[in-house]
């Protein structure tokens, strides 16, 4: 036999209904009272938990301030952020300068024989200027002549190339350098082989402030 489904109401007013002369009165379950004395109590604890809790928090920040101060460049140093392709100049804690740059593009390059690749990165690190150079000449790896489809020459004086990498360049070491670009357009993106790119006037801003030694944070 069928069973008629019965609406929630309807069964709402018929347990109220079977209550009726039986007695007993249905009241909402409630939490006990608290005394006085106990919140009290509690609230001094929350307090001091609080102020125990700030007191924890002033001696770590004290605790890395003294950290960072110990391991934070002192004078003057050059910082690249590869992944936002951006440079900064500073002098202890004031920027000097705040440009784009760009850094490598990450790409690979393989010959067609395959026998050889070229990972077009910059290197991460800690890095120094090892010497400055004033218009400097591009000695064009394989990797270029391969990137052009052009025979690796035999000549080595066939190697050299004058006025693509700017006014000047800062030697950071193993062929990296900080230089110049004929595709200004181009800064701000990660495209270069390995070496960072400036404008002309950041490069000769970057070029005026940083001596030889001057510490180079690549990251």
């Given amino acids: 036999m069928a069973v008629a489904a019965v609406p929630v109401m309807a069964l709402n007013v018929l347990g109220w209904a079977a209550t009726l002369g039986t007695g007993y009165v249905y009241t909402p379950a409630g939490l006990p009272d608290v005394p006085a004395t106990l919140v009290a109590a509690f609230g001094s604890l929350d307090e001091r938990i609080a102020a125990d809790t700030?007191?924890?928090l002033d001696a770590d920040h004290r605790r890395l301030s003294r950290a960072w101060s110990r391991l934070s460049p002192k004078g003057r140093f050059i910082v690249v952020d590869q992944t936002h392709n951006r440079l900064v100049v500073k002098e202890d804690d004031s920027v000097l300068l705040f440009t784009i740059c760009s850094a490598g593009s990450g790409l690979?390059?393989?010959d067609t024989a395959?026998?050889?690749e070229w990972v077009f990165?910059?290197?991460?690190g800690r890095f120094e200027v090892l010497s400055k150079i004033r218009n400097p000449v591009w000695r064009k790896p394989d990797w270029a002549?391969?990137?052009e489809g052009l025979p690796i020459p035999a000549d080595p004086s066939e190697r050299f190339e004058y006025g693509v990498l700017g006014e000047y360049a800062l030697n950071l070491g193993d062929g990296y350098l900080i230089h110049g670009t004929l595709y200004e357009r181009l800064l701000g993106r990660a495209?270069?082989?390995g070496c960072i790119r400036l404008g002309r006037d950041d490069l000769r801003a970057v070029y005026a402030m940083a001596p030889v030694g001057t510490p180079v944070f690549i990251f």
């Fill in 145 to 147: 002549f391969v990137e």
């Fill in 54 to 56: 700030g007191k924890a």
């Fill in 108 to 110: 690979v390059l393989r």
């Fill in 121 to 124: 990165d910059t290197p991460r």
């Fill in 191 to 193: 495209v270069t082989h």
């Fill in 114 to 116: 395959g026998s050889q």
